[in-house]
């Protein structure tokens, strides 16, 4: 027997037909699945927190990514800069000079001029590779330490695990574990 009023095929309801009023068993009736109900919406509620804070954690760490990439996109653009001056310099160079030895002493100034371009855009090349390797690994330290935080038993890494004191009172030592927890998780947090 249902509750809800009858609804037509295009999904209004019909105000046409006499719906009926609930008996008490039919009120036993869906009492007896209101603990089912509310069961699986509890569950949906936690699946949604967990897509919650997942998508928290890829926002964060887009962040982290976004700043590296700016950072190396500021390098690049002022290679590119200090490229365009040298060029600029080489051309002024080129052009006023007719004499055979300005034209080395402008040979010279180029060699060193493209010495230093190299130098700078390997310097920037390997800047631009070591913040990727970086990242890259420290997001891989990230997903294990959260991987060790949701198992069940909780892992302590050796670093944070708490060490035993002789001569320690009970409650110090129930307490430790659970300091430990918390250090781990904070050490881990900003990752």
Same mark, same amino acid.
């Given at each position: 027997?249902?509750?809800?009023?009858?609804?037509?095929?295009?999904?209004?309801?019909?105000?046409?037909?006499?719906?009926?009023?609930?008996?008490? +068993?039919?009120?036993?009736?869906?009492?007896? @699945?209101?603990?089912?109900?509310?069961?699986?919406?509890?569950?949906?509620?936690? +699946?949604?927190?967990?897509?919650?804070?997942?998508?928290?954690?890829?926002? =964060?760490?887009?962040?982290?990514?976004?700043?590296?990439?700016? $950072?190396?996109?500021?390098?690049? +653009?002022?290679?590119?800069?200090?490229?365009?001056?040298?060029?600029?310099?080489?051309?002024?160079?080129?052009? $006023?000079?007719?004499?055979?030895?300005?034209?080395? =002493?402008?040979?010279?100034?180029?060699? $060193?001029?493209?010495?230093?371009?190299?130098?700078?855009?390997?310097?920037?090349?390997? +800047?631009?590779?070591?913040?990727?390797?970086?990242?890259?690994?420290?997001?891989?330290? =990230?997903?294990? @330490?959260?991987?060790?935080?949701?198992?069940?038993?909780?892992?302590?890494?050796?670093?944070?695990?708490?060490?035993?004191?002789?001569?320690?009172? =009970?409650?110090?030592?129930?307490?430790?574990?659970?300091?430990?927890?918390?250090?781990?998780?904070?050490?881990?947090?900003?990752?």
């Amino acid at each position: 027997m249902s509750l809800l009023p009858p609804y037509t095929s295009d999904g209004s309801i019909s105000y046409n037909v006499p719906v009926k009023t609930p008996t008490q +068993s039919d009120v036993v009736e869906l009492l007896r @699945y209101l603990p089912i109900i509310l069961e699986t919406q509890q569950k949906i509620i936690e +699946s949604l927190q967990t897509v919650r804070e997942e998508l928290s954690e890829i926002k =964060a760490s887009q962040g982290t990514h976004a700043k590296s990439t700016e $950072s190396t996109t500021q390098l690049v +653009s002022e290679l590119l800069a200090t490229t365009a001056t040298i060029t600029a310099k080489v051309e002024t160079l080129t052009t $006023s000079n007719s004499n055979l030895k300005e034209d080395d =002493a402008l040979l010279d100034q180029c060699q $060193s001029a493209k010495s230093e371009m190299a130098l700078q855009w390997s310097s920037r090349l390997n +800047s631009r590779k070591k913040h990727f390797w970086n990242f890259l690994k420290n997001k891989q330290k =990230a997903e294990l @330490y959260s991987n060790w935080q949701t198992n069940s038993p909780y892992f302590i890494p050796l670093k944070h695990r708490p060490k035993m004191i002789p001569g320690e009172t =009970a409650p110090c030592t129930t307490r430790r574990p659970e300091e430990a927890k918390l250090r781990h998780h904070h050490d881990t947090e900003p990752m």
